[in-house]
């Protein structure tokens, strides 16, 4: 005998889940029509219990139909409940209330025969009330349910106060208290979960334009650092050069060739700089490392050759490792530092940069002497303040940088004359450039 594969009824067969997932989407989306439904299931199965009986045939466990007669009274109270059941999700206490009413008036008409089968009718009610309050008032008025129900039934009846009708009553309107509660708390749970997710969600989505918006703000500032510095430079060499090209064009070609170079570097940093908004495959990106304190030598050299005389003072022998964000910091401050000591320290002014190691911290002062009418030009009226015409922004970068790596800065006029810009960087566990 061949043995007939389950395949098919596997592939025919809807799982379980699915069913459910489909009559739950049902349900939201078509509320009305779903307890109409119910409502019509409630009243044929209503209709079912009042005509069977409770035992079939010879003793048999399974109940047997047509043993008792459907009566005119109780197709009414049934049609009453069921009908009521339609409205059980805008008004579930007064449907309950309803119900119950109904299953009472049964109870007292047919007191010869106190079936109650209307009483299902209350139990799907008060399911609804359980499953739409809080926990406390759904045992309170599940308690009072069952006991006013159950009440009923064992002063109406003819049969003694345990028979097993009174106590179906109990135990069907608290197992529907029960079963209301359970599914209450299984929806506030799941829309916990929900909306838990949708607030990680949303976290990570400001978490990201953060980031973007920290990013602008570091780009913006190396363009700022970038372009004050170097047109700076250009803006002195071509003034010296309009000056001297009548009497002394070999220094104005100089002072032109600075320009060229000048302006030829700034260019490289503008294109490095804004290639960090490129892609990563992107094969134009700028593959050389930022600039740092390695490099230092040659930034003082620039600022040499436009005419302003700087001296250097270095650690003796290897300095620590540096981060890289403490390493771009530092030569940032210089290269600002010494800009504005080009710009507003007046002519004949010196500076001098001092990058000192300590105990986890990186030391950076830039001295001048200020000789000259400008040098009071930098000592805004707000703390460390850069008065340029058009409103500079100089120290305030300066100060927003170093404070992004939890650094100190100190700015401010010198007892014996001059300017100090004073930042000390911490080494050991330096906050990421850009955090708060």
């Not at 309803?98 to 799907?124: K, M, Y």
């Not at 506030?188 to 997710?197: G, L």
């Not at 593959?287 to 003072?313: H, I, K």
């Amino acid at each position: 005998m061949t043995v007939p594969s389950p395949c098919p009824a596997r592939r025919d067969a809807v799982p379980d889940a699915t069913r459910v997932a489909r009559l739950r989407q049902w349900n939201l989306t078509h509320p009305l029509t779903f307890d109409a439904v119910v409502a019509a299931v409630a009243f044929v199965a209503i209709l079912c219990g009042a005509v069977a009986g409770p035992h079939g045939p010879h003793g048999a466990h399974l109940p047997r139909f047509g043993a008792r007669e459907l009566t005119a009274t109780t197709v009414v109270l049934a049609a009453l409940a069921c009908g009521a059941l339609v409205l059980r999700r805008r008004l579930p206490r007064a449907v309950l209330a309803v119900t119950g009413a109904l299953t009472i008036v049964e109870l007292v008409a047919q007191s010869n025969d106190p079936r109650a089968p209307v009483a299902g009718a209350a139990v799907i009610a008060l399911f609804t009330v359980a499953s739409r309050t809080d926990r406390p008032t759904t045992w309170r008025i599940g308690a009072l349910t069952c006991v006013v129900l159950t009440a009923a039934a064992m002063f109406f009846g003819h049969r003694a106060w345990y028979a097993q009708e009174n106590l179906a009553i109990f135990a069907w309107t608290g197992m529907a208290a029960a079963a209301g509660d359970a599914v209450r708390s299984r929806r506030a749970y799941v829309d916990a979960i929900r909306e838990r997710a949708e607030r990680a969600e949303r976290t990570r989505e400001e978490e990201a334009r953060r980031r973007v918006a920290e990013e602008r703000l570091r780009i913006a500032r190396e363009l700022h650092d970038v372009v004050a510095h170097h047109i700076a430079l250009v803006n002195v060499q071509a003034g010296v050069a309009s000056h001297v090209m009548d009497n002394r064009p070999d220094q104005a070609k100089q002072a032109l060739a600075h320009v060229r170079e000048v302006s030829r570097s700034a260019l490289d940093e503008l294109r490095a700089t804004v290639g960090l908004l490129r892609q990563s495959d992107d094969p134009t990106a700028p593959t050389e490392p930022a600039p740092g304190l390695g490099v230092l030598d040659q930034l003082v050299e620039g600022f040499v050759r436009a005419g302003l005389p700087v001296a250097l003072e270095l650690p003796p022998g290897p300095g620590p490792a540096l981060p890289a964000s403490v390493d771009l910091t530092a030569y940032r401050i210089v290269q600002e530092a010494l800009t504005n000591v080009r710009k507003h320290a007046g002519d004949g002014a010196r500076a001098t940069v001092r990058i000192a190691h300590t105990d986890g911290a990186l030391t950076v002062t830039v001295l001048d002497d200020g000789r000259g009418a400008a040098a009071g030009g930098r000592h805004g009226s707000e703390e460390g303040a850069v008065t340029e015409p058009g409103g500079g922004h100089g120290l305030i970068g300066m100060r927003e940088r170093v404070q992004a790596l939890g650094g100190t800065v100190a700015t401010g006029p010198r007892a014996a004359g001059g300017f100090q810009v004073r930042v000390t960087l911490p080494l050991g566990g330096a906050r990421t450039a850009g955090t708060t």
